[in-house]
Nanobody, 131 residues
Framework: QVRLVESGGGLVQAGGSLRLSCEVS???????????VGWFREAPGKEREFVAA?????????YADAVKGRFTISRDMDNKNTVYLQMNSLNSEDTAVYYC????????????????????WGQGTQVTVSS
């Protein structure tokens, strides 16, 4: 059974930083079979939106315009099933539940920016930025 566990959310003041972690485990995924990992967020009353992704077994990195230059997605080089989202210069618009998603090699054309591009999801972690 594939399992994704996020951690690292919390309350932070505007301008501050947080680092989210996503650990992917399960029989389906090894360090060789994880093809893409994405971060999405969902604010109250809004649709789930793309934040960042590592795809093609970490060869492709992509960011939403709203977070480019402030957020960094990276992989733990010791534990290759763990992906991080370093979030700097946080503002109130970053307040949301952040979700980690993962998938194997795609069987169709995908952008890794759509929630439907991923089959596996974590439970989410709350990030609240106070002004």
């Amino acid at each position: 059974q594939v399992r994704l566990v996020e951690s690292g959310g919390g309350l932070v003041q505007a301008g501050g930083s947080l680092r989210l972690s996503c650990e992917v485990s399960g029989a389906t995924f090894t360090q060789y079979s994880i093809y893409s990992v994405g971060w999405f967020r969902e604010a109250p009353g809004k649709e789930r939106e793309f934040v960042a992704a590592m795809a093609r077994r970490y060869a492709k990195i992509d960011y939403a315009d709203a977070v480019k230059g402030r957020f960094t997605i990276s992989r733990d080089m010791d534990n290759k099933n763990t992906v991080y989202l370093q979030m700097n210069s946080l503002n109130s618009e970053d307040t949301a539940v952040y979700y980690c998603a993962a998938d194997g090699p795609p069987s169709r054309t995908v952008t890794w920016r759509a929630p439907t591009d991923y089959d596996y999801w974590g439970q989410g972690t709350q990030v609240t930025v106070s002004s």
